[in-house]
Every structure is written in structure tokens, then in C-alpha cells.
């Protein structure tokens, strides 16, 4: 059974927009597959719909056969929590694609990923009214890539993260959000010289060299530039940080028992988080939902 995993951006959350690199990797403890349902899932019906609307699409897609499909019971079974950033419709459009693109593009074929990312974008606007078609590409090629501001995607390796001397987390908000207006409110913001200039001279090479320490294993670096990014997000992105949970970001950040920040556009979903040990995770997991991811 062919399973398409959600996806985390790990780092780069906003500052893409101004010009630095974005961590994402495909995260398979959320994920959907093919299967057969009692009757005919309307929504996916919808979906047929409105693909056989876009004339780019009908000729990449055999909609048809995806339509008879689901007639015959065809569904998304997914455990991909929705409205929480890691692309549950992004990952429907990819398992669409690739049961149904009639001449489908290989996750090899880099030279083709920008036309794919078009078709997409145009894909799970359907469900977002406009997208950049990043998540479904993402959780298509299934591995973890780097995304350049320009838009280009490189496939890049992880490190041994068994080597890694504190643990991940993802820390879960219990709470769904749009990233439509986080954005618009991060936008907003930049249009402010002294934010902007804040941006560019501290948050933005601090995400490059974080991206890069994390893929080179130096996790001295890697625990620093958490924190630096911790702080800064903790001080400028307050309207992205739900406000209960800000209590919850300062004693991390006092006590040095964890550090956390934003996991995509903030809001609600998971905030990604470092421990310094088990012990200072297990304690925060005892009033706040964590899942551990190395």
C-alpha cells in the first residue's frame, strides 16, 4: 500500500519570502493512501469536478478514470490533521497525480519540477483558492528538499540524526489555523522599514545558517540558532503564536530546558521544539501534548 506523507517545514517559515533558504522533509507518521470506501466520498467528487473545469489539467490528467473511480468507492483515507500546516491537501493532490497523471513526472526529473509545481498550484487551489503548489510537490517527491527563495527545489540528505545530542519535538497547539492571514499580517508587517530591516539583517541569515548546520550535523550551531530563532519569533511574531502557549515559549527560553518556534505559518499546529534532555521533554510532556521526532 502506497502511502503519501505530510510534510514539515522544518525551518525557513516566512523568511523565504525575503530571500533565505526553507527546510521541508516529508514526516510519515501523518499520511494518506488509496482505499475503498461504503459509497462515493462527495468531496473528492467535487474535486473530479473542478478538475475537468481546467482545461491545463485535463490535458495531464485522465480525470475521467479518476472520476470512475470514485464511483466505485475510490477515497483519501489520511491521518493528516487538517489546517495544521502539514499538507493534508497537498498530499491528496499528489496521490492524485501520480494514480492519475497521464504521462506523469518523475521524482528524478528536477529540470520538470517547476511546470509540475504549476500543475499543482492549480490542483489545490480548489481547496485554498490560490497556492503555491510547494506542498503537494513536496509531498509527491517524498524526500527532503530545499526550497530557494527563486522557488528552485534542491534534493538534499539528512544527517544521522541518531547522532543528535538533544531531541526534537513537535509540540502540538490543539489548534487549526489559516495561513492566509498570518501572512498577510507577516506582509503587513515588512511594509515596516525598521521590521523589514530586522528581517533581513538578523532572522534571515540566522535561518540560512541554521538550514546549513542542521544538514551538516553541527548541532552546537543547530541549539544556538534554535534559540536565536526562538527569541526573535518570541519578540516580532506574536500575532503567529497562539497566546496561551506564550507563557509556555518564555519559560523554555528562561529556564533553558527547551526551545521552541514556529513549525510553518504559526497560528495553531505543531511548534517545533528542542529539549535539552528526555528528562526536560518528558517533564513538558506531562502538561503539554509532545510528539518526539528524533
Not at 163 to 170: C, E, G, I, N, S
Amino acid at each position: 500500500m502506497k502511502k503519501y506523507a505530510s510534510k514539515l517545514l522544518l525551518f525557513g517559515e516566512y523568511t523565504i519570502i525575503n530571500g533565505s533558504r526553507a527546510l521541508a522533509i516529508p514526516y510519515e507518521r501523518f499520511a494518506g493512501h488509496w482505499a475503498q470506501a461504503a459509497m462515493p466520498d462527495d468531496r473528492l467528487l467535487a474535486f473530479a469536478e473542478y478538475l475537468e473545469q481546467q482545461a491545463h489539467l485535463r490535458a495531464s490528467l485522465d480525470v475521467p478514470a479518476f472520476r470512475h473511480a470514485l464511483n466505485e468507492n475510490l477515497f483519501f483515507d489520511s491521518n493528516i490533521p487538517i489546517g495544521y500546516g502539514l499538507g493534508s491537501s497537498g498530499a491528496l493532490c499528489a496521490a492524485v497525480y501520480d494514480r492519475f497523471a497521464v504521462a506523469p513526472i518523475g521524482r528524478q526529473e528536477v529540470a520538470q519540477f517547476a511546470a509540475l509545481r504549476q500543475q499543482f498550484a492549480l490542483m489545490e487551489s480548489h481547496f485554498h483558492g490560490s497556492s503555491s503548489g510547494t506542498d503537494p510537490l513536496i509531498c509527491y517527491l517524498g524526500y527532503p528538499v530545499v526550497i530557494r527563495a527563486e522557488g528552485a527545489i534542491d534534493r538534499v540528505d539528512l544527517p544521522n540524526l541518531q547522532d543528535l545530542p538533544f531531541p526534537f519535538f513537535l509540540l502540538d497547539t490543539g489548534l487549526p489555523r489559516s495561513t492566509g492571514p498570518l501572512v498577510n499580517t507577516y506582509l503587513a508587517n515588512c511594509e515596516k522599514a525598521d521590521y523589514a530591516e530586522r528581517i533581513s539583517r538578523t532572522l534571515t541569515p540566522e535561518v540560512n545558517a541554521l538550514i546549513e548546520a542542521f544538514l551538516t550535523g553541527n548541532w552546537q550551531k543547530v541549539g544556538e540558532g534554535m534559540r536565536t530563532v526562538s527569541v526573535f519569533q518570541y519578540e516580532h511574531f506574536s500575532e503567529m503564536i497562539p497566546s496561551d502557549l506564550r507563557a509556555v515559549w518564555q519559560q523554555g527560553l528562561d529556564s533553558g530546558a527547551y526551545t521552541l518556534k514556529l513549525c510553518g505559518a504559526g497560528g495553531g499546529g505543531f511548534l517545533l521544539g528542542t529539549a535539552k534532555d528526555q528528562a526536560a521533554l518528558d517533564r513538558l510532556a506531562r502538561t503539554h501534548t509532545c510528539i518526539p521526532l528524533w
